[in-house]
C-alpha cells in the first residue's frame, strides 16, 4: 500500500502562485510514476503532470506547459506542483497520484493509488 497526503491548495488571486505537496508512505517502490491530475465541477479528472521517481523525466498537458512545473524529492519521498500565473480555470480539486514505472503517465487508470485532493480556487 502507499498512502499519499496533499498539501498546499488554497484561494489565490489569478496571476498568483501556489505550490502543492504530495508526500508518499509505505510501499513507495509502487510509485515510480508520481502523477497530478485535477478535477473541476462537472467535469472529468484530467490529466496536469507527472514525473518519473527514477529518471527525473517530466510529463504535462499543453494547457499548463510554461506555467506548472512538477518536481520530486526521492529522499523525503515527496512531489511538487508548482503552479504559476493561475488562471481561474485552473480551478479544481487536484489530486497526487502513484503508479509503477513504464505506464502511460496521462492516464489516470494507470495509477494505483490517490491521496485525497487538495482544492485549488483561482478568483478573476
Known amino acids: 500500500q502507499v498512502q499519499l497526503v496533499e498539501s498546499g491548495g488554497g484561494l489565490v488571486q489569478a496571476g498568483g502562485s501556489l505550490r502543492l505537496s504530495c508526500v508518499a508512505s509505505?510501499?513507495?517502490?509502487?510509485?515510480?510514476?508520481m502523477g497530478w491530475f485535477r478535477q473541476a465541477p462537472g467535469k472529468e479528472r484530467e490529466f496536469v503532470a507527472a514525473i518519473s521517481r527514477i529518471s527525473g523525466s517530466t510529463y504535462a498537458t499543453d494547457s499548463v506547459k510554461g506555467r506548472f512545473t512538477i518536481s520530486r524529492d526521492n529522499d523525503e519521498n515527496t512531489v511538487y506542483l508548482q503552479m504559476n500565473s493561475l488562471k481561474p480555470e485552473d480551478t479544481a480539486v487536484y489530486y497526487c497520484?502513484?503508479?509503477?514505472?513504464?505506464?502511460?503517465?496521462?492516464?489516470?487508470?494507470?495509477?494505483?493509488?490517490w491521496g485525497q485532493g487538495t482544492q485549488v480556487t483561482v478568483s478573476s
Open positions: 509505505g510501499r513507495t517502490f509502487s510509485s515510480n510514476t
Open positions: 497520484a502513484a503508479g509503477p514505472s513504464g505506464i502511460l503517465p496521462a492516464f489516470f487508470y494507470n495509477y494505483h493509488y
